[in-house]
T-cell receptor, first 113, second 114 residues
Framework: GESVGLHLPTLSVQEGDNSIINCAYS??????FIWYKQESGKGPQFIID?????DKRQGQRVTVLLNKTVKHLSLQIAATQPGDSAVYFC????????????FGTGTRLKVLA | GAGVSQSPRYKVAKRGQDVALRCDPISGHVSLFWYQQALGQGPEFLTYFQNEAQLDKSGLPSDRFFAERPEGSVSTLKIQRTQQEDSAVYLC????????????FGPGTRLTVT
């Protein structure tokens, strides 16, 4: 399939290690955030979301942290597996209750065996 | 177990040709979105439908781009007189409600204009 993000920032981690992917957002009024995973040749896949009234949310092997003070979002993946290799995007919803999402530029995660 | 499907998956067009890209959303999803994704970039919003109504087309880059969803299900994105800068992956997404939460994306159509 086609490649996504040939020139994206890349994070390389050893299999089994934890990964941290960061995202800076620009609009302090954004109140909802989503992390997506995009594998080559596929559309973005929802991983986890967080609302602005929370600082942390946990899923299965993933945790999202939100720091509104510095407008920073991070995705932590525990015990990274080869199947986690993909491009990861954060998306922000800039106006409460509306449908318009702004995506960041993405980070490529490479898992080394 | 139908997710969002898009066709064709790949399209090569000569500059100046018209193209039509199809999106089949998840059955019953009210909201449908089109995004354009350039190589190395995140998806960029093009347009939004709520059922058959096109409520927002602010992201369409020019009047050569046209989208429709006449019966509130299948949608078509049409690009007239394609230009090289139109080369990108076009993604469709759908969601159950009207706020766009938890959008489910299709695999995209990669358009290459030569």
């Amino acid at each position: 399939g086609e490649s996504v993000g040939l020139h994206l920032p890349t994070l390389s981690v050893q299999e089994g290690d934890n990964s941290i992917i960061n995202c800076a957002y620009s609009n302090s009024a954004s109140d909802y955030f989503i992390w997506y995973k995009q594998e080559s040749g596929k559309g973005p896949q929802f991983i986890i979301d967080i609302r602005s009234n929370m600082d942390k949310r946990q899923g299965q092997r993933v945790t999202v942290l939100l720091n509104k003070t510095v407008k920073h979002l991070s995705l932590q993946i525990a015990a990274t597996q080869p199947g986690d290799s993909a491009v990861y995007f954060c998306a922000e919803n800039r106006a409460s209750g509306t449908y318009k999402y702004i995506f960041g530029t993405g980070t490529r995660l490479k898992v080394l065996a | 177990g139908a997710g969002v499907s898009q066709s064709p998956r790949y399209k090569v067009a000569k500059r100046g040709q018209d193209v039509a890209l199809r999106c089949d959303p998840i059955s019953g999803h009210v909201s449908l979105f089109w995004y354009q994704q350039a190589l190395g970039q995140g998806p960029e919003f093009l347009t939004y439908f709520q059922n058959e109504a096109q409520l927002d087309k602010s992201g369409l880059p020019s009047d050569r781009f046209f989208a429709e969803r006449p019966e509130g299900s299948v949608s078509t994105l049409k690009i007239q007189r394609t230009q090289q800068e139109d080369s990108a992956v076009y993604l469709c997404a759908s969601s159950t409600g009207t706020s766009g939460y938890e959008q489910y994306f299709g695999p995209g159509t990669r358009l290459t204009v030569t």
